[in-house]
C-alpha cells in the first residue's frame, strides 16, 4: 500500500507541472489576443485631450493676467476681486441662473423618473408612441423649441421672466431625465418588483422602497444633467426671457457685445474648479452606489 501511495506522488507531481504549463500557455494566448496600447494610439488619445482641455488652461491663466488685453503684462489677482466685490449685475445674473438651474432640473427629475417608472413598469395604450416621442425634443434644433415655447407662451398670455424661463427649462430637461433613468430601469432585475408585489407592498411602497432605490444612481445622474443643461443654455433663454430674468449666458453674450472683461475668465475659473471639486465626489459615491 505505501508502495503505491509513493507511485503515485509522482504521477501528481507530474500532472500538477503539466496543469501548470497548460494554464501558462492559456495565459499567453490570450494575452496575444488582447489588443494592446500601440504609440499611434497614445498619441491621438493625447491629442484629444489636449484639444479638449488647453482652452480651459488658457482661460485660466489669463484670469490672473494683469491687463485687459490678449497680451500677458503680469501675474494678478485684480479680476478677481473686481468679481468678488465690484460686479452685482454679474451675481445677480449668476444667481437667477443658478436657482433656475436647481428647481428646473428637480422639476424634471421628478417628472421624468415618474414616466419613466411608469413606461418601463406598466403596459398600457400608445406606450411604444410615447416612449419614441420622448426623444424628438432632443433631436429638434434649439431654436425651433425656443421659438415654439414663446409661441405658446404669447398664446397662453404668460408673461416673460422667471417663470417662463423656469418652464422652458424643465420641458426640455424632462427626455433627458427620461431616457437616462429609463435606461437604468431597464437593467435592474423585474423580480424584485414582482417579489415586493407578492409580500404585500402597495404601489406607493413598491416605487418609493424598491424602484426608486434601484434607479437612484440615474436618478443622480439625470439631475446632474438637467443642471448642466440648465446652466450652459442660452439659446432657448435667449427666446422665452423677459425684463429681470438675466441669466448668466445671456449676461456674458451682453458682455460680449462691449468686449470681453476678464472677469469673465475669473468667473469661469471659478466654476471650473466649483464643478471638479462637486462631481469628483458625486462620481466615486454614484459609482460604489451602483455596484451595490
Given at each position: 500500500?505505501?508502495?503505491?501511495?509513493?507511485?503515485?506522488?509522482?504521477?501528481?507531481?507530474?500532472?500538477?507541472?503539466?496543469?501548470?504549463?497548460?494554464?501558462?500557455?492559456?495565459?499567453?494566448?490570450?494575452?496575444?489576443?488582447?489588443?494592446?496600447?500601440?504609440?499611434?494610439?497614445?498619441?491621438?488619445?493625447?491629442?484629444?485631450?489636449?484639444?479638449?482641455?488647453?482652452?480651459?488652461?488658457?482661460?485660466?491663466?489669463?484670469?490672473?493676467?494683469?491687463?485687459?488685453?490678449?497680451?500677458?503684462?503680469?501675474?494678478?489677482?485684480?479680476?478677481?476681486?473686481?468679481?468678488?466685490?465690484?460686479?452685482?449685475?454679474l451675481w445677480r445674473a449668476f444667481r437667477n441662473s443658478l436657482l433656475i438651474a436647481l428647481t428646473s432640473a428637480l422639476m424634471a427629475t421628478i417628472l421624468g423618473t415618474l414616466?419613466?417608472?411608469?413606461?418601463?413598469?406598466?403596459?398600457?395604450?400608445?406606450?411604444?408612441l410615447i416612449s419614441s416621442m420622448s426623444s424628438i425634443p432632443m433631436i429638434l434644433p434649439e431654436i425651433v423649441v425656443g421659438v415654439s415655447l414663446l409661441v405658446f407662451f404669447?398664446?397662453?398670455?404668460?408673461?416673460?421672466?422667471?417663470?417662463?424661463?423656469?418652464?422652458?427649462?424643465?420641458?426640455?430637461?424632462?427626455?433627458?431625465?427620461?431616457?437616462?433613468?429609463?435606461?437604468?430601469?431597464?437593467?435592474?432585475?423585474?423580480?424584485?418588483?414582482?417579489?415586493?408585489?407578492?409580500?404585500?407592498?402597495?404601489?406607493?411602497?413598491?416605487?418609493?422602497?424598491?424602484?426608486?432605490?434601484?434607479?437612484?444612481?440615474?436618478?443622480?445622474?439625470?439631475?446632474?444633467?438637467?443642471?448642466?443643461?440648465?446652466?450652459?443654455?442660452?439659446?432657448?433663454?435667449?427666446?422665452?426671457?423677459?425684463?429681470?430674468?438675466?441669466?448668466?449666458?445671456?449676461?456674458?453674450?451682453?458682455?460680449?457685445?462691449?468686449?470681453?472683461?476678464?472677469?469673465?475668465?475669473?468667473?469661469?475659473a471659478v466654476m471650473v474648479a466649483g464643478t471638479v471639486l462637486l462631481v469628483y465626489p458625486l462620481r466615486n459615491f454614484l459609482k460604489v452606489f451602483a455596484a451595490r
Amino acid at each position: 500500500m505505501a508502495s503505491r501511495i509513493h507511485g503515485l506522488k509522482p504521477l501528481r507531481i507530474a500532472a500538477l507541472f503539466n496543469a501548470r504549463r497548460i494554464v501558462r500557455k492559456g495565459a499567453r494566448a490570450a494575452s496575444k489576443l488582447v489588443p494592446r496600447k500601440t504609440m499611434a494610439s497614445s498619441i491621438v488619445f493625447w491629442m484629444v485631450i489636449a484639444f479638449l482641455f488647453a482652452p480651459l488652461f488658457v482661460l485660466i491663466i489669463y484670469s490672473f493676467n494683469e491687463s485687459r488685453s490678449g497680451e500677458w503684462t503680469g501675474f494678478s489677482f485684480v479680476w478677481y476681486e473686481k468679481l468678488f466685490l465690484a460686479s452685482p449685475d454679474l451675481w445677480r445674473a449668476f444667481r437667477n441662473s443658478l436657482l433656475i438651474a436647481l428647481t428646473s432640473a428637480l422639476m424634471a427629475t421628478i417628472l421624468g423618473t415618474l414616466a419613466a417608472v411608469g413606461t418601463t413598469n406598466y403596459s398600457f395604450k400608445l406606450k411604444t408612441l410615447i416612449s419614441s416621442m420622448s426623444s424628438i425634443p432632443m433631436i429638434l434644433p434649439e431654436i425651433v423649441v425656443g421659438v415654439s415655447l414663446l409661441v405658446f407662451f404669447a398664446g397662453v398670455g404668460l408673461n416673460l421672466g422667471l417663470t417662463s424661463v423656469w418652464i422652458a427649462h424643465t420641458t426640455f430637461n424632462i427626455p433627458f431625465v427620461y431616457l437616462l433613468v429609463s435606461a437604468r430601469l431597464e437593467e435592474s432585475d423585474p423580480t424584485i418588483i414582482e417579489a415586493a408585489k407578492d409580500l404585500g407592498a402597495t404601489e406607493f411602497q413598491t416605487l418609493t422602497r424598491v424602484i426608486v432605490p434601484m434607479a437612484l444612481p440615474g436618478i443622480a445622474s439625470a439631475f446632474l444633467t438637467a443642471v448642466t443643461l440648465s446652466l450652459e443654455d442660452f439659446v432657448i433663454t435667449f427666446f422665452v426671457s423677459g425684463p429681470g430674468a438675466t441669466t448668466l449666458p445671456l449676461y456674458i453674450y451682453s458682455m460680449i457685445r462691449f468686449g470681453v472683461s476678464p472677469v469673465v475668465n475669473a468667473l469661469s475659473a471659478v466654476m471650473v474648479a466649483g464643478t471638479v471639486l462637486l462631481v469628483y465626489p458625486l462620481r466615486n459615491f454614484l459609482k460604489v452606489f451602483a455596484a451595490r
